[in-house]
T-cell receptor, first 118, second 110 residues
Protein backbone atom coordinates (compact mmCIF):
# COMPACT_ATOMS: atom_id res chain seq x y z
CA UNK A 1 0.00 0.00 0.00
CA UNK A 2 0.89 3.64 -0.28
CA UNK A 3 3.18 5.18 2.29
CA UNK A 4 2.57 8.42 4.12
CA UNK A 5 4.97 10.01 6.53
CA UNK A 6 4.42 12.70 9.11
CA UNK A 7 6.93 14.81 10.92
CA UNK A 8 7.33 15.30 13.78
CA UNK A 9 5.74 12.28 15.38
CA UNK A 10 5.55 13.99 18.72
CA UNK A 11 5.96 17.60 19.78
CA UNK A 12 5.73 19.42 23.06
CA UNK A 13 5.56 23.19 22.97
CA UNK A 14 4.76 26.16 25.13
CA UNK A 15 1.46 27.93 24.89
CA UNK A 16 1.54 30.70 22.30
CA UNK A 17 4.06 29.10 19.97
CA UNK A 18 3.37 27.82 16.49
CA UNK A 19 3.90 24.25 15.39
CA UNK A 20 4.27 23.00 11.84
CA UNK A 21 3.40 19.42 10.95
CA UNK A 22 4.51 17.96 7.63
CA UNK A 23 2.75 15.22 5.75
CA UNK A 24 4.39 13.54 2.79
CA UNK A 25 3.20 10.92 0.37
CA UNK A 26 6.26 8.88 -0.42
CA UNK A 27 5.42 6.83 -3.45
CA UNK A 28 2.79 8.68 -5.41
CA UNK A 29 1.26 12.05 -6.05
CA UNK A 30 -1.63 13.24 -3.93
CA UNK A 31 -3.93 15.87 -5.37
CA UNK A 32 -6.07 15.91 -2.26
CA UNK A 33 -5.02 15.47 1.33
CA UNK A 34 -7.08 15.51 4.49
CA UNK A 35 -6.21 16.64 7.97
CA UNK A 36 -7.88 15.05 10.97
CA UNK A 37 -7.74 15.67 14.68
CA UNK A 38 -8.36 12.99 17.24
CA UNK A 39 -8.79 13.53 20.96
CA UNK A 40 -8.21 10.62 23.35
CA UNK A 41 -10.78 7.87 23.12
CA UNK A 42 -12.63 9.75 20.40
CA UNK A 43 -13.10 9.43 16.69
CA UNK A 44 -11.22 11.16 13.90
CA UNK A 45 -12.68 14.55 13.15
CA UNK A 46 -12.00 16.03 9.74
CA UNK A 47 -10.49 19.48 10.03
CA UNK A 48 -9.87 20.42 6.44
CA UNK A 49 -9.32 19.19 2.94
CA UNK A 50 -6.11 20.29 1.31
CA UNK A 51 -6.01 20.64 -2.46
CA UNK A 52 -2.73 20.97 -4.28
CA UNK A 53 -2.24 24.46 -5.57
CA UNK A 54 -5.40 25.91 -4.09
CA UNK A 55 -6.79 27.00 -0.77
CA UNK A 56 -7.82 24.42 1.75
CA UNK A 57 -11.46 23.81 2.57
CA UNK A 58 -12.14 23.90 6.28
CA UNK A 59 -14.86 22.10 8.16
CA UNK A 60 -17.38 24.04 10.15
CA UNK A 61 -15.97 25.20 13.45
CA UNK A 62 -12.32 24.92 12.41
CA UNK A 63 -10.54 28.25 12.40
CA UNK A 64 -8.63 28.67 9.17
CA UNK A 65 -6.44 31.39 10.62
CA UNK A 66 -5.41 29.15 13.46
CA UNK A 67 -4.82 26.00 11.47
CA UNK A 68 -2.90 27.02 8.39
CA UNK A 69 -2.71 24.45 5.65
CA UNK A 70 -0.38 24.57 2.70
CA UNK A 71 -0.40 21.99 -0.06
CA UNK A 72 2.32 23.32 -2.29
CA UNK A 73 3.19 20.13 -4.10
CA UNK A 74 1.70 16.76 -4.92
CA UNK A 75 3.75 15.08 -2.22
CA UNK A 76 3.71 17.55 0.65
CA UNK A 77 1.06 19.19 2.78
CA UNK A 78 1.71 21.11 5.97
CA UNK A 79 -0.50 22.00 8.89
CA UNK A 80 0.62 24.86 11.12
CA UNK A 81 -1.06 25.30 14.46
CA UNK A 82 -0.59 28.97 15.21
CA UNK A 83 -0.46 30.36 18.73
CA UNK A 84 -1.10 26.94 20.17
CA UNK A 85 -3.00 26.57 23.43
CA UNK A 86 -3.42 23.58 25.73
CA UNK A 87 -6.82 22.82 24.22
CA UNK A 88 -5.07 22.25 20.88
CA UNK A 89 -3.28 19.26 22.38
CA UNK A 90 -4.39 16.36 20.26
CA UNK A 91 -3.38 13.70 17.76
CA UNK A 92 -3.19 15.17 14.27
CA UNK A 93 -3.38 12.77 11.34
CA UNK A 94 -3.05 13.44 7.65
CA UNK A 95 -4.49 11.31 4.93
CA UNK A 96 -4.73 11.31 1.18
CA UNK A 97 -6.32 9.85 -1.86
CA UNK A 98 -4.25 9.57 -4.96
CA UNK A 99 -4.74 11.03 -8.38
CA UNK A 100 -6.30 7.81 -9.61
CA UNK A 101 -8.33 7.20 -6.49
CA UNK A 102 -11.63 8.29 -7.90
CA UNK A 103 -14.28 6.88 -5.65
CA UNK A 104 -11.97 4.22 -4.37
CA UNK A 105 -12.56 2.55 -1.09
CA UNK A 106 -9.27 3.27 0.65
CA UNK A 107 -7.74 6.30 2.20
CA UNK A 108 -4.15 6.18 3.39
CA UNK A 109 -3.23 7.70 6.70
CA UNK A 110 -0.03 9.07 8.09
CA UNK A 111 1.29 7.80 11.42
CA UNK A 112 0.04 10.89 13.21
CA UNK A 113 1.59 13.68 15.22
CA UNK A 114 0.92 13.95 18.90
CA UNK A 115 0.90 17.57 20.02
CA UNK A 116 1.10 18.55 23.66
CA UNK A 117 0.83 22.22 24.48
CA UNK A 118 1.93 23.18 27.96
CA UNK B 1 -28.51 14.38 9.50
CA UNK B 2 -25.21 12.65 9.01
CA UNK B 3 -24.00 10.57 11.91
CA UNK B 4 -22.58 7.16 12.47
CA UNK B 5 -23.24 5.32 15.69
CA UNK B 6 -21.16 2.54 17.15
CA UNK B 7 -21.20 0.93 20.58
CA UNK B 8 -18.16 1.82 22.63
CA UNK B 9 -16.28 -1.21 23.95
CA UNK B 10 -16.25 -4.98 23.93
CA UNK B 11 -14.02 -7.54 25.62
CA UNK B 12 -13.60 -11.03 24.19
CA UNK B 13 -11.27 -14.01 24.59
CA UNK B 14 -8.81 -15.24 22.03
CA UNK B 15 -10.44 -17.37 19.37
CA UNK B 16 -13.83 -15.81 19.86
CA UNK B 17 -15.97 -13.96 17.34
CA UNK B 18 -16.92 -10.31 17.73
CA UNK B 19 -19.41 -8.34 15.69
CA UNK B 20 -19.14 -4.56 15.64
CA UNK B 21 -22.22 -2.76 14.42
CA UNK B 22 -22.53 0.56 12.69
CA UNK B 23 -25.73 2.43 12.07
CA UNK B 24 -25.83 5.60 10.11
CA UNK B 25 -28.18 8.42 9.28
CA UNK B 26 -27.13 9.72 5.94
CA UNK B 27 -27.94 9.38 2.33
CA UNK B 28 -25.85 9.66 -0.77
CA UNK B 29 -22.66 7.85 0.05
CA UNK B 30 -20.44 5.59 -1.97
CA UNK B 31 -19.88 2.88 0.53
CA UNK B 32 -19.06 1.86 4.08
CA UNK B 33 -15.47 1.39 5.12
CA UNK B 34 -13.88 -0.09 8.20
CA UNK B 35 -10.61 0.97 9.75
CA UNK B 36 -8.51 -0.44 12.56
CA UNK B 37 -6.48 1.78 14.83
CA UNK B 38 -4.10 0.54 17.47
CA UNK B 39 -3.49 2.81 20.41
CA UNK B 40 -1.34 5.73 19.31
CA UNK B 41 -1.17 4.56 15.73
CA UNK B 42 -2.61 5.49 12.39
CA UNK B 43 -5.90 4.08 11.14
CA UNK B 44 -5.42 1.26 8.67
CA UNK B 45 -7.94 0.20 6.09
CA UNK B 46 -9.69 -3.12 6.68
CA UNK B 47 -12.56 -3.45 4.26
CA UNK B 48 -15.07 -1.65 2.10
CA UNK B 49 -18.65 -2.36 1.08
CA UNK B 50 -19.91 -0.50 -1.95
CA UNK B 51 -22.85 -2.84 -2.41
CA UNK B 52 -25.17 -4.59 -0.01
CA UNK B 53 -23.96 -7.91 1.22
CA UNK B 54 -21.00 -9.56 2.82
CA UNK B 55 -17.35 -8.96 1.97
CA UNK B 56 -14.87 -11.43 3.38
CA UNK B 57 -11.19 -10.69 3.87
CA UNK B 58 -9.47 -13.42 5.81
CA UNK B 59 -10.61 -13.42 9.42
CA UNK B 60 -12.52 -10.19 8.95
CA UNK B 61 -15.82 -9.80 7.15
CA UNK B 62 -17.94 -6.72 6.62
CA UNK B 63 -21.59 -6.38 5.78
CA UNK B 64 -23.74 -3.55 4.47
CA UNK B 65 -27.48 -3.11 4.16
CA UNK B 66 -28.34 0.25 2.67
CA UNK B 67 -32.06 -0.30 3.12
CA UNK B 68 -31.51 -0.77 6.86
CA UNK B 69 -28.82 1.93 7.14
CA UNK B 70 -26.73 -0.65 8.88
CA UNK B 71 -23.44 -2.42 8.60
CA UNK B 72 -21.17 -4.57 10.69
CA UNK B 73 -17.64 -5.82 10.93
CA UNK B 74 -17.14 -9.41 11.99
CA UNK B 75 -13.86 -10.37 13.60
CA UNK B 76 -13.31 -14.12 13.73
CA UNK B 77 -10.70 -16.24 15.46
CA UNK B 78 -9.71 -13.30 17.57
CA UNK B 79 -6.03 -12.81 18.28
CA UNK B 80 -4.36 -10.62 20.87
CA UNK B 81 -3.13 -8.32 18.10
CA UNK B 82 -6.74 -7.56 17.22
CA UNK B 83 -7.03 -5.45 20.36
CA UNK B 84 -7.64 -2.04 18.84
CA UNK B 85 -10.30 0.50 18.01
CA UNK B 86 -12.46 -0.11 14.98
CA UNK B 87 -14.15 2.66 13.08
CA UNK B 88 -16.78 2.59 10.41
CA UNK B 89 -16.70 5.42 7.90
CA UNK B 90 -18.74 6.60 4.96
CA UNK B 91 -17.56 8.53 1.94
CA UNK B 92 -20.12 11.10 0.91
CA UNK B 93 -21.16 11.93 -2.62
CA UNK B 94 -19.90 15.17 -3.96
CA UNK B 95 -16.82 15.72 -1.88
CA UNK B 96 -15.28 12.29 -1.36
CA UNK B 97 -14.66 13.01 2.31
CA UNK B 98 -14.62 10.25 4.86
CA UNK B 99 -16.77 10.66 7.95
CA UNK B 100 -15.92 8.35 10.81
CA UNK B 101 -18.09 6.74 13.42
CA UNK B 102 -17.31 7.09 17.10
CA UNK B 103 -15.36 3.87 17.14
CA UNK B 104 -15.52 0.66 19.07
CA UNK B 105 -12.67 -0.54 21.24
CA UNK B 106 -12.07 -4.28 21.20
CA UNK B 107 -10.04 -5.81 23.99
CA UNK B 108 -8.88 -9.37 23.46
CA UNK B 109 -7.93 -11.33 26.56
CA UNK B 110 -6.20 -14.71 26.85
Amino acid sequence: GAVVSQHPSRVICKSGTSVKIECRSLDFQATTMFWYRQFPKQSLMLMATSNEGSKATYEQGVEKDKFLINHASLTLSTLTVTSAHPEDSSFYICSFRDRCGGWGETQYFGPGTRLLVL
Amino acid sequence: GQSLEQPSEVTAVEGAIVQINCTYQTSGFYGLSWYQQHDGGAPTFLSYNALDGLEETGRFSSFLSRSDSYGYLLLQELQMKDSASYFCAVKYYGNNRLAFGKGNQVVVIP
